[in-house]
């Protein structure tokens, strides 16, 4: 369940750095979701799964092997929004890494050539295809693109996009940042009511900024403020948005004590912050 996931991936990712503290070769566990994608979607025999994903898996910044939490599932709009897929809709993972997602939604039943991938790493989108070992017959369309990049290749997308998903995604930016990212996310989406943005990231009790590495910052949302920002971007835009957000009970401060990690991007009162946005006008 994402209430006791702890994601850390960060939004840069040095694929040749040295394996940072906490780094785990091994993979405590795996969601029976997750078992069967691999058994089943890429036919990786049961006792032979995580031997698979830690050899083609060696980036250091996905150590906790949290892309395996396969998290779109955890939505309460993932019915909707596979039944929307098969129905002809279009959608776009949004700083999908490796794709899993994606694959999840495939093995369920989506047509891929409706689905669309985007990550800022092209490395990750190559490691999504020797993971789930389906180079000749997926038909998803993956795009390494940086989001706030004018000319990057997700301008072929604007206007078309019925449903983006993004997790662990909002939460790498500042507030002026953030504002950013959605104002280009609904650029993305068609000019129709119903359009839908679902996904979850870190939030806070208190919404504020926190220090980032190298003098950034961060910050975190919570209810009220992540309402507001969509407020304000359907203001800006001249668009109308119905904001469903809730912060999940467990404290992932404590958790993460717990576990002896101690990192910045997990301050007190951290939660899991889940939301689904739907254009209404």
């Known amino acids: 369940m994402i209430e006791n996931s702890i994601n850390i991936i960060h939004p840069t990712c040095n694929m040749a750095e040295a394996k940072p503290p906490g780094w785990t070769e091994n ?8 078992v069967e994608l ?44 596979l039944q929307r897929i098969k129905d002809g809709d279009k959608f776009l993972d949004l700083g999908c890494c490796v794709g899993q997602d994606i694959r999840k939604l495939v093995f369920d ?26 180079k000749s017959t997926l038909k998803t369309s993956f795009l390494t693109a940086d ?3 004018p000319k990057s290749s997700l301008r072929q997308l604007d206007g078309q996009i019925d449903i983006v998903h993004a997790s662990a995604f909002l939460h790498l930016f500042d507030y002026d940042s953030c504002v950013k990212a959605v104002h280009r996310i609904v650029l993305l989406f068609k000019k129709t009511p119903n359009c839908l943005f ?14 980032g590495s190298k003098g950034t910052e961060k910050y975190r949302h919570n209810v009220n403020s992540f309402a507001q920002m969509w407020d304000q971007v359907g203001e800006d835009t001249g ?34 912050l889940q939301f689904s946005v739907r254009r209404v006008a």
């Not at 993979?27 to 997750?34: C, G, K, L």
Request: net charge negative.
């Open 239 to 272: 668009t109308k948005w119905d904001v469903d957000a809730r912060l999940n009970d467990e404290d992932l401060y404590a958790r993460a004590e717990k576990m002896g990690i101690k990192a910045g991007f997990i301050p007190p009162g951290s939660r899991w």
């Open 38 to 81: 691999f058994r089943v979607y890429s036919k990786v025999p049961t006792d032979r799964i995580k031997e698979h994903i830690k050899h083609i898996h060696p980036y250091p910044c996905l150590a906790t092997f949290t892309f395996l939490d396969l998290l779109i599932t955890q939505s309460h709009q993932y019915g909707e929004v």
């Open 109 to 134: 039943g989506a047509p891929s050539e409706n689905t669309y991938g985007a990550d800022l790493e092209p490395e990750f989108l190559e490691m999504g295809y020797k993971l789930f070992l389906d």
């Open 147 to 149: 989001l706030f990049d």
């Open 198 to 211: 679902i996904g979850a990231q870190l939030g806070r009790l208190e919404a504020g900024s926190i220090p």
């Open 27 to 34: 993979i405590t566990s795996m969601t029976p979701e997750a």
